[in-house]
């Protein structure tokens, strides 16, 4: 998240004044120098004085500034919006939309960002008199991505789409498209796309495609009405000058959307590659032409042609414009990037530190370079003639108010206890991926780490020791880009938590470099300005003559420049490989500071499956302690099957009760290899399917032998016990391990779905007349197999919606298929049927089975319906026809019985299994299956 995003103005408040003296050597006495009263003034009236407006858009308010030609900041404002950054925690807010927001989705209003600029206009311009306005900058938070109807209009403002996730605005802080940035990551690479180079080979989840693919995959109605994917910083600009397209920025495209001049936008058939018709459906989407930041959009319209909610800006400026000459508006910026002219840095090898909620940092270079974990390296990205380079830390400011809200202690009394706190922070480390890593693993599913919690620690201590995660996380990157070839000479910090008296001189120690502390308030805002001066006909279009007019450069002042303090350098170098044991290092970071790959004695490390919440599925590192609590057999994984119950957990986020409460590894369908042989029947590499179940052997269930019913029961792969979506060795007791021979490892993954449809047709005993089964998925499948082989049975009905499942019913044995419940009644003469196998994840489900089943006849309910209820019944349907219902829970001792009928091929369970997919395509492999896509019965997961 490369943006000057902020903290918001009221916790600014919170934190201590750079007044507050540590002590004489370390006296804080900065303030700000640029600013409206600074000359004298209450009101400026200096005639024909040209100047620009800069809005700077961040995550929680707006800022306006109004600046000279000489750099005067004539008047400033700010306005917070009225719903702020919208998340799962903003409940209030939530309820007034009434929009269902999953965890890690971010959301905004774009009502706000039009009502907040004009108010922070108006009071920027209140006390102004006599000024020609000239030029217009903005920039945003990005990647901040809007859909719009043809005319501009946000879906979200349409009433019939007003309660729809993907019709709002995704602020850049959305994680809401892990999955789709995986795949379009792993695609491009596989075909070796060259614009992923100038990436450090990832594409963010926050980036334009990501999002666009979620959107694509999850509402199809939305992205389909959507006549536009628009920035927000482009689609605000687009208010101010009409017109049929919205202009792009380079800058936004340039480092949010793989855009080149070169090359333009990655191309459709990439784009296809990872989804059929999604390229060319997106990039059609992304019309507009492409203009540079400082370059002209266009110019304001007249406030009769404004939207109704910038009319009253529209009038502001005309009123305060004394000249009445055309506004030029220019191309927006990403707000972090604007920070940079903002602070007077227009040459190359000079670092400018935004630090804000989150951390951002910026540099430019003569040359190109390639490197790894970058967000991106633009050229004309953010000086015209440079190549600017971007990296970030996507938490920081968040980290303090944290612990603010957590402690339920002020920052003003956080920060003056730490700064008391020698250097090291009493043994308390912070690895600060608590919103993920941005630079350089782009990974935003990591979690942050706080080690060395004793009773004895304080708040403070953790307060100095996030200063110091931060510190250290900004070292790496610094690192990072002087390893690769682009020099940093000089440190640059503007943002709220530069004014802050801890942080900067935490940096100085961390990086034992000067840190200069830009006096200017609102950088970006400056900048913004800055670049619709540029965009204007002041100083003939030349961005650095308005940077060395307009931007004031750090005051030559020893209060503006924080130095190092050589007394603490041991102290951080040693904390730093510390840190950097914990941050996941890459390997290039191993050998460049020595460190051993992290291990831990007792633990192995291997890939593994999670799901993290609703359609969340990530591969990742799985710690395995060997599975020592379940004893006895070790076992290599070879493959396991996406089950009906993991996509209830992948859909739904849980199975009644049983919620993900944290991230698990699902998969309970397995096929694996005896790793050693064991001298009970078991030989090393010999083919085996497990039992995932693991009953406690005591309770009253257990002692009369319906031990799947079993309270106590551990279930492999059901939260909190890990399944085998994992590559590696899993332990399971001798009991749960049954031998294999001449088994395919396919037929090994159906064995335990082949158990669950063989004691469901256990439970309905008198098997005489027709038999219907509804949903025909892998059990399904399963349940009219096995009903083929009895003898009683007239006639089996097997119905399911999707054509190509129906088909399948044939296969396995069914005398009729359909996919309608209305040929049941037909082909029974209205009567209904005897037996009734429900094997749906429909809600309805339960009703339908209810009333295809004949009088007096039985129903067993298989299937979990989707949203764990189901659909209410008339009691007298069930009542009145006398029906005998049964639920199957799970399956009791039919292992042998299910293993004697395929090895007799008296089933055929293999050619249910349609599609294979290697491990680390499991998120694609969910969404394949959850979506019925190509003809879908039953997928795999090969680990091996």
């Known amino acids: 998240m490369n943006m000057f995003s902020r903290v918001p103005h009221s916790v600014y408040n919170l934190w201590p004044p750079l007044a507050y003296q540590r002590s004489n050597r370390f006296a804080w006495t900065r303030s700000p120098v640029f600013t409206a009263g600074s000359r004298g003034m209450q009101s400026f009236q200096i005639q024909n004085t040209k100047a620009a407006v800069g809005f700077d858009f961040g995550t929680e308010s707006v800022r306006a500034c109004l600046l000279s030609e000489h750099g005067d900041i004539l008047g400033e404002g700010a306005s917070s919006y009225k719903h702020g950054q919208i998340t799962a925690r903003h409940i209030e807010v939530l309820d007034t939309l009434n929009i269902n927001l999953p965890s890690g989705s971010a959301i905004q209003h774009p009502n706000d960002w039009l009502a907040s600029a004009t108010e922070a206009l108006s009071i920027a311009v209140k006390e ?11 920039d945003f938070t990005s990647c901040t991505m809007v859909p719009v109807d043809i005319h501009g209009q946000p879906l979200c403002m349409q009433d019939h789409f007003r309660h729809r996730l993907h019709a709002w605005p995704k602020l850049w802080k959305h994680h809401g498209a892990h999955t789709q940035a995986a795949e379009l990551t792993d695609r491009a690479l596989e075909r070796r796309e060259r614009f992923l180079n100038r990436y450090g080979n990832v594409i963010g989840t926050e980036w334009c495609f990501p999002k666009a693919l979620e959107v694509y995959d999850e509402d199809a109605e939305i992205f389909n009405e959507m006549a536009l994917w628009v920035e927000a910083g482009d689609w605000f600009v687009w208010q101010l000058t009409g017109g049929q397209f919205p202009a792009r920025s380079t800058c936004q495209a340039g480092y949010k959307a793989c855009w080149s001049k070169e090359e333009g936008y990655p191309s459709a058939e990439f784009l296809n590659s990872v989804r059929p018709g999604f390229g060319d459906s997106v990039l059609k989407r992304m019309q507009g032409p492409m203009v540079a930041p400082g ?59 935004v630090l804000g909620t989150s951390a951002c940092y910026l540099v430019n270079s003569t040359s190109f370079k390639q490197i790894d974990g970058f967000a991106g390296a633009v050229f004309d990205g953010i000086i015209p003639g440079l190549v600017g380079y971007e990296a970030g830390q996507s938490a920081a400011g968040d980290l303090f108010s944290w612990l603010q809200d957590f402690s339920g202690q002020s920052l003003a009394q956080l920060e003056k206890k730490a700064l008391e706190i020698p250097a090291g922070s009493h043994g308390v480390l912070v690895v600060d991926h608590f919103n993920g890593c941005r630079t350089p693993l782009m990974d935003q599913s990591l979690r942050g780490e706080i080690l060395g919690l004793g009773l004895d620690t304080d708040p403070a201590s953790v307060y100095r020791a996030i200063a110091e995660g931060i510190s250290m996380g900004c070292k790496r990157i610094v690192d990072l880009v002087m390893s690769q070839g682009v020099d940093v000479t000089k440190l640059v910090a503007t943002g709220g938590l530069s004014q802050t008296a801890l942080l900067p001189q935490v940096l100085a120690d961390v990086l034992q470099k000067d840190i200069l502390i830009h ?13 619709g001066a540029c965009a204007s006909t002041l100083f003939n279009h030349d961005m650095v003559k308005c940077v060395e007019s307009m931007a004031h ?17 041991e102290v951080y170098s040693s904390l730093y490989r510390r840190y950097m044991s914990h941050a996941r290092p890459t390997r290039d970071e191993q050998d460049r500071l020595g460190l051993p790959q992290r291990r831990n004695l007792s633990t192995k490390v291997e890939e593994a499956v999670f799901i993290h919440g609703k359609r969340d599925v990530r591969v990742h590192e799985f710690h395995n302690s060997n599975e020592e609590t379940f004893d006895s057999i070790k076992l290599s994984i070879e493959a396991v099957g996406i089950c009906g119950s993991d996509l209830h957990y992948y859909k739904d986020g849980g199975i009644g009760s049983d919620a993900i409460t944290s991230p698990f590894v699902p998969g309970h369908e397995l096929a694996a290899r005896v790793q050693k042989s064991s001298g009970n029947g078991l030989n090393k590499g010999d083919l085996v399917g497990i039992d995932p179940q693991m009953p406690c052997s005591h309770c009253e269930w257990c002692r009369k032998g319906e031990s799947h019913l079993c309270p106590s029961m551990k279930f492999m792969g059901a939260p909190p016990y890990p399944g085998g979506m994992r590559t590696g060795t899993v332990g399971m007791p001798r009991s749960s391990v049954h031998p294999l021979k001449s088994w395919t490892i396919n037929q090994a993954v159906m064995l335990e779905p082949l158990c669950v449809a063989l004691h469901a047709t256990d439970l309905i005993q008198k098997k005489n007349g027709t038999a219907l089964v509804l949903g025909l998925g892998p059990i399904g499948l399963l349940i009219v197999e096995l009903l083929s082989l009895e003898s009683t049975i007239k006639n089996i009905i097997a119905v399911d919606p999707i054509p190509y499942r129906a088909e399948a019913g044939s296969k396995a044995g069914a005398t009729h298929v359909s996919t309608s419940l209305a040929d049941v009644h037909k082909l029974t003469n209205g009567q209904g049927c005897d037996l009734v196998w429900e094997a749906t994840n429909s809600p309805d489900g339960m009703l339908y089975a209810c009333t295809a089943t004949k009088i007096g006849g039985h129903i067993c309910l298989v299937g979990i319906p989707d949203g764990n209820m189901y659909t209410p019944i008339p009691a007298d349907l069930i009542r009145r026809r006398a029906l005998t219902l049964k639920t199957s829970r799970r399956y009791g ?6 293993i004697q009928l395929v090895t007799e091929n008296s089933i055929d369970v293999e050619w249910i299994v349609t599609h294979e997919f290697p491990l680390s395509d499991a998120a694609y492999a969910f969404e394949f299956v959850a979506g019925y896509r190509e003809e879908c019965l039953k997928a795999i997961l090969k680990t091996g």
């Open 128 to 138: 102004v008199k006599g000024v020609n306005i000239v030029g217009i900058g903005v």
């Open 295 to 353: 370059h002209a959009c266009g110019v304001l319209q007249s406030s009769d042609k404004l939207p109704a909610e910038l009319k009253e800006m529209g009038e502001i400026l005309s009123t305060k414009n004394t000249n009445q000459t055309p506004i030029a508006v220019s191309a927006a910026v990403i707000d972090a990037h604007a920070g940079v002219p903002g602070v007077n840095v227009a040459a190359p090898s000079e670092m400018v530190m």
């Open 519 to 531: 006096p200017a308030q609102n950088g970006p805002a400056m900048g913004a300005a800055i670049y």
């Open 553 to 569: 450069k750090v005051p030559n002042d020893p209060r503006y420049r924080v130095k190092p303090r050589m007394e603490v350098k």
């Open 893 to 898: 001792a039919v292992f042998n019985r299910a």
